[in-house]
């Protein structure tokens, strides 16, 4: 996406989606509302940087000041806040890559790509992690010994790019005493997780280590006995690594309804598959676990706020969740919901239930604009 660097106002928007299938998807998208898509050739992500680079390098005249900011999905022990990317700093980047395997190669390789297309432009890191910078110590611990964290054990959350917009367009839409009341965030997605916020402050989050940990995700497991690794090594001489993709890549959703990670293709599938009934109950069953537990922390809800592709989009999954959360004096109102109003709840309804558009991108470019500004000064 392309933001004015003066208004922060978005641009353009372009993205290339099926990477790896025969017919990927080229889009591009103006914001006067011109759209264009096309059939391209992108075998892996690395075509389709170049399809994105290229039209961004037609878009920019000779003279145009180019800043990138990148989501950085993990800081580590090391970054909790929004930084200039240097050699050094890639380098140390790429070191995290033991904290989250599934994301940092690919943060490192477009990072190097736009060194080698934009030599003059400054790249900025925006961490999911840095939401969390001041977690309070028992959200933060792990139950470890305490000289494993010299190694960066610890507890840190993630989705905190959208949490972060999230809490700042309810602040806008609600009025700030809303935002800073006991809120309940839920990134449900892809990747779902879920925190508990008050007075604008994070006090505890689903997701803990890796972005694997938490509530089951698409095709991610969440939390797990630790035991389950050794067992199934016993068993059938699973090896650690196979281990490791099981849990990211053929789990949560996938692994459970053995059809599909699609929550979408789930439900429509579920009055004739048993299977992706369990998976679609089951994701409801955690989340709404997690949100009791989160209130605890909190003390009661005042807000409940579903964003990301499944708590944006899927009424049915919202009202599941909501089921039983009746003590916490959560109701929903049928129709409100099933048409994706910002106020999801009944009128007597003693918490607010709310569906939000989240948008990563909007704070990375006020980020990235802040970090340029705060060095140039």
Not at 154 to 161: K, S
Request: proline residues 4%; contains cysteine.
């Amino acid at each position: 996406m392309l933001f004015s660097t003066e208004s922060l106002e978005r641009t353009l928007e372009i993205s290339v989606a099926n990477i790896g299938q025969p017919h990927a998807t080229f889009t591009l998208e103006t914001a006067s509302g011109y759209r264009h898509t096309r059939t391209v050739q992108a075998d892996d992500h690395e075509a389709a940087i170049g399809f994105i680079l290229d039209h961004i390098a037609d878009q920019l005249s000779s003279d145009t000041s180019l800043a990138v900011g990148h989501r950085v999905v993990h800081g580590g022990p090391t970054y909790d806040r929004p930084t200039i990317i240097t050699d050094d700093v890639t380098q140390q980047l790429a070191n995290l890559e033991l904290f989250d395997p599934e994301h940092v190669q690919t943060t490192v390789k477009l990072i190097r790509f736009f060194e080698r297309r934009f030599p003059n432009a400054s790249q900025v890191a925006c961490f999911d992690t840095d939401f969390y910078r001041d977690l309070p110590t028992n959200a933060r611990l792990l139950p470890l010994p305490r000289k494993l964290e010299q190694f960066g054990l610890r507890r840190y959350g993630f989705h905190g790019l959208s949490y972060t917009y999230l809490l700042e367009k309810f602040a806008e839409l609600a009025g700030e005493a809303a935002a800073n009341g006991r809120v309940v965030l839920a990134h449900l997605g892809s990747g779902a997780s879920l925190a508990a916020v008050k007075d604008g402050k994070p006090l505890d989050m689903t997701m803990g280590f890796t972005p694997a940990g938490g509530i089951p995700m698409s095709t991610r497991s969440g939390d797990l006995d630790p035991g389950i690794a050794e067992f199934l090594h016993q068993q059938t001489g699973m090896p650690l690594e196979e281990f490791n993709r099981m849990v990211h890549f053929d789990s949560g959703l996938l692994g459970v309804s053995e059809l599909s990670a699609d929550m979408e293709l789930l439900i429509n599938e579920s009055a004739r598959n048993p299977k992706a009934t369990d998976a679609v109950e089951f994701f409801c069953y955690q989340v709404r676990k997690a949100i009791g537990g989160l209130a605890t922390v909190l003390g009661g809800v005042d807000s409940l706020i579903f964003a990301g592709g499944i708590g944006e989009n899927a009424p049915l999954i919202r009202e599941k969740v909501c089921q039983g959360l009746e003590y916490l004096g959560i109701t929903l109102d049928v129709q409100r919901n099933d048409n994706h109003e910002f106020l999801i709840s009944c009128d007597g309804s003693g918490v607010g239930v709310h569906v939000m558009h989240t948008d990563e991108a909007s704070v990375i470019a006020a980020q990235t604009k802040q970090a340029i500004e705060r060095e140039a000064t």
